[in-house]
RNA sequence: CGGGGUGUGGCGCAGUUGGCAGCGCGCAGCGUUUGGGACGCUGAAGUCGGAGGUUCAAGUCCUCUCACCCCGACCA
């Protein structure tokens, strides 16, 4: 059992590093996992950033039901359009047929709908700001752990909004935070866009991502903000009396991230010895390994590891003690480095002569990483900023990659050999149509991941159609 | 749904012209080990994906079938 290398054969690596850190393991059913303790322990993690932050921009969570009825999706034509060829539906309970099928839900916008015109009848009630966390389920036809999986784990935040300005700003509100929690603890930098025409969530008015770029170069959607305009209020009537006494739509919005982000971790920090955690989400994030030779060191070295133990949990450090007698100090190094553990605090007799420790960092392997004679006295404090240093290092390797893996180009040839020879993010200038967006994917499956939000990069020439115009894109493969 | 592949102890695999079902890892017991994936000895564990057929004899040959994996079309 071990882990191949990224360049030898990179989807088998991904897989390789879920099943060796132990994170998920595939279920009997096709396409469906179980997310493991570890795996689910840094889920989370990802939640508790989330939620706080949600709760901060004044949203509150509740839980709508998994079931919702057939009829409801298809009142808003572009949504049951775009989700059908995905619904699992229930079509027998309690071993009758149903007189209306269930459909076990793929996302909440039309049940939110329902209840929200029912609570909305006052400009006084709004807005409406409910969040939930849940599972849903989406028939895929090619799966991978935490990317694509049949069933999958996320929140999804509904609102609805007197006016179409309050709605459009909520929706950038959220993928600020989306975006700041990626960066500020995934590590992960994410370039903030609006997704085409094409690619836009099925009902929506605009949508807006946040896109990662994995290891290999390929795109990741890692969230995704929806404007749904009035689109869903006319379908569900959600409407209410404003200051003059007049009949008003709602404007709603949606957003949500998944159990995916778990895999754009993987993907945007793994290295050739594993998963590489940002401290912010590692479940542990220091490991402290004791090594004795003779058993009267056993003792000693046991009770030093107790005491840095007792220090860093002080310093509110998760931090846990390797005290397997059945593994050799080797095993458990590689081990804990697989499973991407950001420190490691090794121990052994010679510090407890030195009254010292030894760490090790995850992003520098090997001796490099080493710092040896660390002091016990003070020791959590240098240990936080270590691990400070490790999430802020994370972060600045991922966006150097990507950077370096960004290419400009201007001509449609220019595109296809970088796509073909380097991959990554391609860069351009952008007027073209639908059509041409859906040959350029047919061509070189790459797909127009979004148009950048914040880049006042002035006119150009569109590489494909010769126009001038000041758009710009991201062109990627993606998952 | 199209193309390719695989089903044999828990996992990864080998199994020749059909002739006693094996190897590595893991697991259990005992002992020696432990500063970068330790070693020895002993042991447990398999209706060979399923059904049918050919044969004195099938993991192996034939027919049917099921499942899973990989590559495409759909997608957070």
Same mark, same amino acid.
């Given at each position: 059992m071990s882990i191949v290398a990224r360049a030898e054969d990179y989807s088998r690596w991904y897989l390789d590093v879920i099943r060796e850190a132990d994170l998920a393991e595939n279920s009997p059913v096709r396409g469906s996992m179980v997310i493991k303790p570890y795996g689910f322990e840094l889920w989370e993690n990802v939640k508790a950033g989330l939620d706080r932050r949600f709760k901060e921009t004044g949203h509150q969570n509740a839980y709508f039901p998994l079931f919702i009825p057939m009829s409801f999706l298809q009142k808003e034509a572009d949504h049951v359009k775009g989700f059908a060829p995905e619904l699992a539906v229930v079509t027998i309970g309690g071993g009758e047929q149903l007189d209306e099928p269930l459909v076990v839900r793929p996302t909440s916008e039309t049940i939110f709908g329902y209840m929200y015109s029912r609570w909305v009848q006052s400009y006084r009630d709004l807005p409406l700001l409910i969040n939930q966390w849940a599972n849903v389920v989406r028939w895929e036809m090619r799966t991978r752990p935490f990317l694509r999986t049949m069933e999958f784990l996320w929140q999804e935040g509904h609102t609805a909004h007197a006016t179409a300005q309050e709605a459009i700003e909520e929706t950038l509100r959220m993928l600020d935070v989306y975006a700041d929690f990626a960066i500020n603890d995934a590590a992960i930098p994410v370039i903030k866009g609006v997704k085409s025409d094409r690619e836009k969530f099925a009902g929506a008015v605009n949508s807006y991502t946040i896109e990662a770029m994995m290891g290999n170069g390929w795109a990741l959607q890692s969230g995704t903000s929806h404007y749904l305009g009035d689109n869903f209020a006319r379908a569900f009537d959600i409407k209410f009396l404003d200051q003059n006494n007049e009949m008003q739509y709602c404007h709603t919005t949606s957003w949500g991230v998944s159990t995916r982000m778990v895999g754009a971790v993987i993907m945007a920090h793994g290295d050739d010895q594993g998963l590489r955690l940002p401290p912010v989400l590692a479940p542990i994030q220091v490991v402290v390994v004791p090594i004795w030779r003779k058993d009267h060191e056993r003792g000693q070295v046991l009770a030093h590891c107790d005491a840095v133990l007792a220090q860093l949990k002080e310093a509110g450090v998760r931090v846990k003690l390797d !005290? *397997?007698?059945?593994? /050799?100090p080797g095993f458990k190094f590689n081990d804990w480095e697989m499973r991407g553990v950001p420190v490691r605090v090794e121990v052994g007799p010679r510090d407890v002569q030195s009254n010292a420790v030894v760490l090790a960092r995850r992003d520098q392997p090997g001796r490099d990483g080493k710092q040896f004679g660390v002091p016990l006295e003070g020791l959590a404090v240098r240990v936080r900023a270590l691990l400070k240093e490790i999430q802020d290092n994370l972060l600045a390797q991922a966006t150097a990659s990507r950077e370096e893996q960004t290419t400009r180009v201007a001509s449609y040839d220019e595109f296809k050999e970088v796509l073909d020879s380097k991959g990554g993010f391609i860069r351009v200038h952008w007027a073209g149509s639908d059509a041409d967006e859906a040959r350029i994917q047919e061509e /070189? *499956? !790459? /797909?127009?991941r979004c148009l950048p939000l914040d880049v006042p990069e002035g006119e150009g020439v569109c590489f494909l159609t010769g126009k001038v115009t000041d758009r710009v894109a991201i062109f990627a493969r993606a998952y």
């Amino acid at each position: 059992m071990s882990i191949v290398a990224r360049a030898e054969d990179y989807s088998r690596w991904y897989l390789d590093v879920i099943r060796e850190a132990d994170l998920a393991e595939n279920s009997p059913v096709r396409g469906s996992m179980v997310i493991k303790p570890y795996g689910f322990e840094l889920w989370e993690n990802v939640k508790a950033g989330l939620d706080r932050r949600f709760k901060e921009t004044g949203h509150q969570n509740a839980y709508f039901p998994l079931f919702i009825p057939m009829s409801f999706l298809q009142k808003e034509a572009d949504h049951v359009k775009g989700f059908a060829p995905e619904l699992a539906v229930v079509t027998i309970g309690g071993g009758e047929q149903l007189d209306e099928p269930l459909v076990v839900r793929p996302t909440s916008e039309t049940i939110f709908g329902y209840m929200y015109s029912r609570w909305v009848q006052s400009y006084r009630d709004l807005p409406l700001l409910i969040n939930q966390w849940a599972n849903v389920v989406r028939w895929e036809m090619r799966t991978r752990p935490f990317l694509r999986t049949m069933e999958f784990l996320w929140q999804e935040g509904h609102t609805a909004h007197a006016t179409a300005q309050e709605a459009i700003e909520e929706t950038l509100r959220m993928l600020d935070v989306y975006a700041d929690f990626a960066i500020n603890d995934a590590a992960i930098p994410v370039i903030k866009g609006v997704k085409s025409d094409r690619e836009k969530f099925a009902g929506a008015v605009n949508s807006y991502t946040i896109e990662a770029m994995m290891g290999n170069g390929w795109a990741l959607q890692s969230g995704t903000s929806h404007y749904l305009g009035d689109n869903f209020a006319r379908a569900f009537d959600i409407k209410f009396l404003d200051q003059n006494n007049e009949m008003q739509y709602c404007h709603t919005t949606s957003w949500g991230v998944s159990t995916r982000m778990v895999g754009a971790v993987i993907m945007a920090h793994g290295d050739d010895q594993g998963l590489r955690l940002p401290p912010v989400l590692a479940p542990i994030q220091v490991v402290v390994v004791p090594i004795w030779r003779k058993d009267h060191e056993r003792g000693q070295v046991l009770a030093h590891c107790d005491a840095v133990l007792a220090q860093l949990k002080e310093a509110g450090v998760r931090v846990k003690l390797d !005290a *397997r007698e059945d593994q /050799t100090p080797g095993f458990k190094f590689n081990d804990w480095e697989m499973r991407g553990v950001p420190v490691r605090v090794e121990v052994g007799p010679r510090d407890v002569q030195s009254n010292a420790v030894v760490l090790a960092r995850r992003d520098q392997p090997g001796r490099d990483g080493k710092q040896f004679g660390v002091p016990l006295e003070g020791l959590a404090v240098r240990v936080r900023a270590l691990l400070k240093e490790i999430q802020d290092n994370l972060l600045a390797q991922a966006t150097a990659s990507r950077e370096e893996q960004t290419t400009r180009v201007a001509s449609y040839d220019e595109f296809k050999e970088v796509l073909d020879s380097k991959g990554g993010f391609i860069r351009v200038h952008w007027a073209g149509s639908d059509a041409d967006e859906a040959r350029i994917q047919e061509e /070189t *499956r !790459a /797909t127009l991941r979004c148009l950048p939000l914040d880049v006042p990069e002035g006119e150009g020439v569109c590489f494909l159609t010769g126009k001038v115009t000041d758009r710009v894109a991201i062109f990627a493969r993606a998952y």
